[in-house]
């Protein structure tokens, strides 16, 4: 084109709900790994207790609630401190309250799914403690990609510069933060191993969630 003139031009992500995405410390993962490993695969009572699965989507077999003596202090610390980073971030100020609803442990096997859904409270998060070694051949072999195993966000429609879907694939001790009212889904993956994961729901500040 002609007549073209210099300027400074900045892009900002400025419409939808952010998503927040760190890392699970490893001490973190070893100690609900150990959890499900050592009590809930061998104490049927305990799992029953803890069962979570009535109360979610889930077309899976096993979720469960994660008890106190687990969550307390290591993993309630990692969650507060990621929530007031996160919030930080996407308002520029600082929470006074977090409160959390629960905090559940997805065990996801072959041909599994979660489907699309959204939680309670204000903020929810998501993250991986434990993967198969393969998600499995996709179906068709062309441009479309295997998705088998990732997790979807979806938000709006697409349109033109808004794609209104996101899927990432993946990895062991990758943590989604966002907030309750983001639509989300799971695939299912075909083949041996387990997709385990950890989900949670919290309360902030109201004044600061509330936005009327």
């Not at 892009?11 to 760190?22: C, D, K, L, Q, S």
């Not at 809930?40 to 994660?66: M, P, R, T, W, Y």
């Not at 600082?94 to 997805?106: G, L, M, N, Q, R």
Request: charged residues 20%; hydrophobic residues 35%.
């Amino acid at each position: 084109m002609s007549n073209e003139v210099s300027l400074e031009f900045s892009y900002a992500n400025a419409f939808g709900p952010p998503i927040g995405i760190t890392n699970i410390p490893q001490l973190i993962i070893k100690n609900l790994n150990d959890f499900v490993n050592n009590e809930i695969d061998h104490n049927s009572e305990l799992a029953k207790k803890l069962d979570h699965g009535h109360e979610l989507v889930g077309q899976v077999k096993q979720e469960f609630k994660i008890p106190k003596e687990i969550l307390e202090p290591d993993l309630f610390a990692f969650l507060l401190n990621i929530t007031k980073h996160f919030i930080k971030l996407g308002t520029k100020k600082e929470i006074t309250k977090f409160e959390i609803i629960s905090v559940w442990v997805v065990r996801q096997f072959e041909n599994e799914y979660n489907p699309i859904h959204y939680h309670d409270g204000h903020i929810s998060g998501a993250g991986y403690i434990m993967l198969p070694e393969s998600f499995g051949d996709s179906f068709q072999k062309s441009k479309k990609g295997n998705v088998n195993g990732h997790i979807n966000f979806n938000y709006g429609v697409r349109q033109f510069m808004n794609n209104g879907h996101k899927s990432y694939k993946p990895k062991v001790g990758d943590f989604y933060i966002f907030p309750n009212y983001l639509y989300h889904s799971v695939n299912p993956f075909y083949g041996p191993g387990e997709r385990r994961s950890i989900s949670f729901n919290a309360y902030i500040d109201d004044k600061i969630y509330n936005v009327y």
